[in-house]
């Protein structure tokens, strides 16, 4: 850890620290102390300086810790999870992932950040990543029947996400084809799949999921669509540890069931859980819309509409909007 980092480790507790107290535990001059603790506003941290006293964080923070994400994890997780990194500071969890899968064989490993400063979203989107306030976690996971035996994937790492979050307390998770996380009219995470390898063999899939859990709007106006945060859903702040824990379980689960069986033993959890089942939507697949019923997934993931003749016909790819009901 350098010097900002044990410094965001003391203050997290939300207690009064002197500038010669945190001198003297991390080694530096007073100077030292207050320019960095300038820096943390540029993190979005809320410090209250009292005269002649010190400092102290507004909000206390808690931090991503891997002893304490690992103690909380079943011992058949534990025994799939191949490493568990934790960074401050990413570009993306998602992109780092992918360096590590090109390295190696990383299967099972779990990438987190404190912070990303290059989230990626779908379709090119960038993800909204303030520092300790939700949760951006990567995990890599090999296949070897290629990306077309992946086309479910998403929507099964989904049914895990809101396993997740309904044994974390939230109520009413629903999911929007093919892979948000919503509550309500609001959207509160997102899965981003990416592979590497061979795309009709060996390869290895990228699962990014973000969760927003406490984003300070600040931060929210960046975001281009209804939102909301776990924060305000509960009406108390959660731990991060847990949920991450809770995740990690979960994802291991579903994406080890769908290696072995595919995504037909999700499909009904799916349907039960989607929150455009018999609207009227329009799908935008480049430059063309096709509107229609929504009527869940086909056995493999793919969405089906039914068309304005009647017919039912089934899509892969594209961006689900829900058209206005008029
Ligand atoms: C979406 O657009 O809904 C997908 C959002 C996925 C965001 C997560 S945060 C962790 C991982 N790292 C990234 O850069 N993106 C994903």
Same mark, same amino acid.
């Given at each position: 850890m350098d010097v900002r980092e044990q410094l965001i480790a003391i203050i997290a507790d939300g207690k009064i620290h002197s500038g010669e107290s945190l001198g003297e535990k991390l080694g530096v001059s007073r100077t030292a102390i207050w320019k960095q603790l300038k820096r943390l506003e540029e993190l979005g941290l809320n410090l209250e300086a009292i005269k002649g006293v010190g400092y102290r964080l507004v909000t206390p923070l808690e931090l991503l810790n891997k002893a304490c994400i690992k103690a909380l994890l079943s011992p058949s997780a534990l025994a799939q999870l191949r490493d568990l990194y934790i960074h401050q500071? *990413? %570009?993306?969890t998602n992109h780092r992932a992918k360096e590590l899968a090109e390295e190696d064989s990383a299967a099972g490993t779990v990438i987190l950040a404190e $912070?990303?400063?290059a989230g990626r979203g779908r379709r090119g989107k960038s993800w909204v990543s303030p520092y300790a306030a939700n949760i951006y976690l990567s995990l890599i996971w090999d296949f070897d029947h290629g990306a077309q035996a992946l086309e479910g994937l998403s929507l099964a790492v989904g049914v895990g996400v809101r396993r997740a979050l309904i044994e974390a307390g939230l109520p009413e998770v629903a999911l929007k084809w093919p892979n948000d996380i919503y509550v309500g009219n609001a959207k509160l995470g997102g899965i981003l799949l990416e592979m590497i390898g061979d795309p009709a063999g060996d390869c290895s899939v990228i699962i990014g999921i973000g969760i927003n859990v406490n984003m300070p709007p600040s931060q929210s106006?960046?975001? %281009?669509q209804s939102w909301t945060d776990i924060k305000t859903v509960m009406g108390d702040l959660p731990s991060r540890n847990h949920i991450v824990a809770l995740l990690i379980e979960h994802v291991f689960t579903v994406v080890t069931g769908f290696q072995e069986q595919g995504f037909d033993i999700y499909r009904n959890e799916w349907m039960e859980a989607d $929150? *455009?089942?018999n609207c009227q939507v329009k799908l935008i697949a480049g430059n063309t819309a096709v509107t229609g019923i929504a009527l869940g997934v086909d056995q493999n993931g793919a969405l089906q509409l039914r068309l304005s003749n009647g017919e039912v016909q089934s899509f892969v790819g594209g961006e689900l909007s829900l058209r206005p009901d008029n």
């Open positions: 500071t *990413l %570009d993306s $912070r990303q400063t106006g960046e975001i %281009d $929150r *455009l089942r």
